[in-house]
């Protein structure tokens, strides 16, 4: 069964991870763990309960701030930038890829986004999840809602609260 873990450096091997993009590799090998030291991110394992020390697939988040989509309603009242949860960086291990791993991934980062608000786990509130998409993958996160920011840059995604937490409750009701 898979579960997603806190990373922790003397459990999970993070060289034995390979999703196929060597930038992703040596994010999770070298900064993840001081990312989270130095409370600049989190990192994210999902594991196989019964081999903890092998990485599925990883997330990692930190808070960032972004201004709201002009054709947003949250825009017309806040034309400057607001607080908002970034997903810096996500990956599947090559030997999984393909069986719905980052659509378990993307899914939890959801919950997590909505949780912050419903459950009141932060200081303060955020407008939802951004996400800079890779040239290619932006379909994927479409098709859980996210859209650009601006159409100037159409990889820069995001998803409003509002949807993370439609998102949350239709899961777990």
């Known amino acids: 069964m898979l579960e997603i873990q806190t990373l922790d450096k003397n459990i999970h091997n993070r060289n034995g991870f390979d999703c196929g993009d060597e930038a992703l590799n040596k994010f999770l090998r070298e900064q993840a763990s001081?990312?989270?030291?130095?409370?600049l991110s989190r990192t994210k394992v999902l594991v196989d309960n019964q081999n903890l020390s092998e990485i599925v697939g990883f997330h990692t988040l930190s808070y960032s701030e972004s201004s709201?989509?002009?054709?947003?309603?949250?825009?017309k009242r806040y034309p400057y930038p607001l607080p908002i949860l970034l997903l810096n960086r996500m990956a599947v291990d090559i030997k999984y890829q393909?069986?719905?791993?980052?659509?378990?991934?993307?899914?939890?980062?959801?919950?997590?986004?909505?949780?912050?608000?419903?459950?009141?786990?932060?200081?303060?509130?955020?407008?939802?999840?951004?996400v800079d998409a890779k040239d290619g993958k932006e379909r994927f996160y479409t098709k859980y809602g996210f859209s650009p920011?601006?159409?100037?840059?159409?990889l820069r995604l995001w998803l409003p609260i509002s949807i993370c937490i439609e998102t949350y409750k239709a899961a777990n009701s």
């Open 34 to 39: 001081s990312g989270s030291k130095r409370y």
């Open 68 to 75: 709201a989509p002009v054709e947003s309603n949250l825009y």
């Open 98 to 130: 393909g069986q719905r791993i980052g659509e378990q991934l993307l899914l939890d980062v959801i919950n997590q986004t909505a949780r912050v608000e419903l459950e009141g786990l932060a200081p303060a509130p955020v407008i939802g999840l951004l």
């Open 149 to 154: 920011v601006d159409t100037k840059d159409p």
